[in-house]
């Protein structure tokens, strides 16, 4: 039996709230959802039955962006939210890269939530208090977010993969009271033990009152707290009422031009946002199981916990990306709403996997596609291999938003290479230079109208210099993304890659201040630019360009250094796929590294004639000549 999908019911709702016809096309309820947003907020906190403990005085306080704050005077926790959802199942599954599986019901996750909000409140942990977590993508890191947020403290979470430092550097900025650490995690069938790097992150935050360890191999001492013994009471604990914009969780920025940006969000806002998202969008119900690979420094980390707002089954994954290992995962846990980079389809078919055939993914009803742009090749490639059953689902969205711009709709059928529509509530435009709207023409990325889900400000902000400066420098008053973008006449919507510095490797956000400062460090490297050139055929070329110290040249010896250095330093999912030596960096005449003009000569999109208000204006034939060389290898 085939059941109707819930933005069907949600049109037909609608109707009390001012929405369009019953019948009405996915069109004419996005046009609603936009013109009259007090309206369409409205609805969707009744039909997706937000759990308020206070119901706000209205939908939005009326000012513009970025001053725009959501429900006021509504009183609410992510948490109660989680709880009060009608549910089936277990809450959530654990895999890693050996095939074990660990579930936690629904009554034993709420058990250790309040055991260990309650040992939290015991250690000093207050409202407005930073909880952080350095952790793998483990069910533990869910449990530790939700304890926080009970408390209405605040939550930050880097993953595993990131080394000691580079989870320093944003972790210390918040002066976190508690962290909540691993031993380690798994990759590529090893393990890989962290505990020298969660000892430079506590040394690090001299702020911590108590660390909570998971795993074993840590020194033990009175102000640690082993996981086991911080989930073991039965204490029951109330999760606190806090105001509509009491900050939920802090996510980084890639960190492109300095320390990464802490970008503060509140519940209200994620809450609002992801029920919209999941339930009307994704079509997510009660029961349905939910897995997007992701690690906690992405913000698909913390959408997919959301699922439990759902109901649903959230499933995490301890390993790496294999070409086979997600739809193991998929398969052993009878996913019905997998999410995956395009990179990791591309790999997939290039390995010559076929996953509907050679797995059984009966259970799926929806694979969701994020990262970076999915080209149409890929696309096909996925709709042909999985069938009319599966909706594949190409979004786009941002850390920024904690949610997405645009992707795929149940009712809306979508085209290879586009993505599908603009998602409800969302007033996403492409704009000229001098702010015209364009139809079927590349522009800017921007968004006229505020989201629940934007930013409140980021974290040691207190002016909101840095936020406005961020997105509203170019349009005043208008959402600026950094993302070059066509609508099309059908609503449709293509990416076409970042008009900014950021890294975007196998979906994974990173800026270039991680990685040119651990390679720097090198005493044979007197500087270095790494940037990420989106490619024709669906690549992503990162290289990294360095000028070497007197008596030094690049050989392979200084080569594999230089990439290590990324690799225990920083990341080992943003090691640069090539090292090459520069007769120089080019600089901006107040000294920053010019990454995306560079970026743009490589691809051949800007001439170096263009680049002005350099320091060195000779150094651009170079880099043009490095992208003649690598378009010339890769033209097919």
Not at 76 to 81: A, E, F, G
Not at 226 to 243: E, G, K, N, Q, Y
Not at 332 to 344: A, D, K, N
């Amino acid at each position: 039996m085939t059941t109707e999908p819930v933005i069907t019911a949600f049109t037909r709702f609608a109707g009390h709230y001012g929405g369009p016809s019953p019948t009405a096309s996915y069109d004419e309820l996005w046009r609603w959802s936009v013109d009259d947003s007090t309206g369409f907020w409205n609805a969707v906190s009744t039909f997706c039955g937000i759990a308020w403990d206070t119901s706000p005085d209205t939908v939005t306080d009326g000012a513009p962006m970025p001053g725009t704050r959501w429900f006021p005077g509504g009183r609410l926790n992510y948490v109660t939210q989680v709880f009060a959802q009608p549910r089936r199942g277990v809450a959530i599954v654990g895999h890693d890269e050996t095939g074990a599986m660990r579930t936690i019901s629904w009554p034993e996750l709420e058990r250790q939530v309040q055991s260990l909000a309650a040992n939290l409140a015991e250690l000093g942990v207050d409202a407005g208090d930073r909880v952080v977590g350095y952790l793998p993508d483990r069910p533990e890191a869910i449990v530790a977010f939700l304890a926080a947020a009970s408390l209405g403290a605040v939550w930050a979470g880097c993953g595993a993969d990131l080394a000691g430092e580079a989870a320093l550097s944003r972790l210390a900025q918040l002066e976190p009271t508690c962290l909540v650490a691993a031993s380690g995690y798994h990759h590529r069938g090893r393990w890989v033990d962290r505990t020298a790097d969660v000892e430079t992150v506590r040394r690090g935050l001299p702020s911590l009152r108590a660390t909570v360890l998971v795993g074993d191999g840590h020194a033990a001492d009175d102000a640690t707290l082993a996981w086991d013994a911080a989930i073991a009471s039965s204490v029951r604990r109330t999760p606190l009422a806090v105001p509509s914009g009491h900050p939920l969780w802090v996510l980084f920025s890639s960190g492109t031009t300095g320390p990464p940006k802490g970008i503060v969000h509140d519940h209200a806002g994620v809450v609002a946002e992801h029920l919209k998202t999941l339930r009307l969008l994704l079509d997510m119900k009660p029961g349905d199981q939910f897995f997007w690979y992701t690690t906690l420094n992405w913000m698909m980390w913390n959408l997919r916990l959301s699922g439990l707002l759902c109901g649903a089954t959230v499933h995490c994954f301890d390993g790496a990306p294999t070409p086979r290992a997600l739809w193991e995962v998929a398969e052993r846990g009878r996913i019905t709403h997998l999410g995956v980079s395009p990179g990791y389809l591309s790999a997939g078919r290039e390995a010559g996997i076929h996953p509907a055939s050679e797995y059984d993914l009966g259970a799926l009803r929806l694979l969701g596609c994020t990262g970076s742009v999915l080209t149409e090749t890929v696309h096909e490639w996925a709709v042909e291999e999985l069938g009319p059953s599966v909706m594949v689902a190409s979004t786009s969205g941002g850390t920024d938003v904690v949610s997405g711009f645009a992707g795929g709709v149940p009712t809306v059928a979508g085209r290879p290479g586009e993505i599908t529509a603009r998602w409800l509530g969302v007033d996403l435009q492409a704009w000229s230079a001098d702010g015209t709207p364009l139809t079927d023409e590349v522009g800017e990325l921007v968004v006229t109208q505020p989201m629940p889900s934007m930013p409140v400000g980021f974290w040691n902000d207190p002016d909101g210099d840095r936020y406005r400066s961020a997105y509203f420098e170019e349009f005043p008053g208008v959402w600026r993304h950094g993302d070059w973008v066509t609508v099309t006449d059908r609503g449709s919507v293509v990416i076409h890659g970042r008009s900014d510095a950021t890294l975007n490797r196998h979906g994974i956000r990173m800026g270039s201040a991680d990685i040119c400062q651990a390679i720097e460090d090198l005493p044979e490297v007197t500087e270095a630019l790494v940037v990420g050139v989106e490619e024709p055929d669906g690549g992503y070329w990162m290289p990294v360009f360095v000028t070497l110290a007197d008596g030094h040249h690049l050989d392979d010896a200084l080569a594999a250094r230089i990439q290590a250095a990324v690799r225990d330093k920083v990341s080992a999912r943003h090691v640069p796929d090539e090292v090459v030596e520069a007769p120089g960096i080019p600089h901006t005449l107040t000294g920053k590294k010019l990454e995306v003009p560079v970026k743009n000569v490589l691809r051949g999109m800007t001439a170096p004639a263009q680049v002005t208000a350099i320091d060195r204006p000779d150094l651009m034939a170079f880099y043009q000549q490095v992208g003649d060389d690598r378009r010339s290898v890769t033209v097919r």
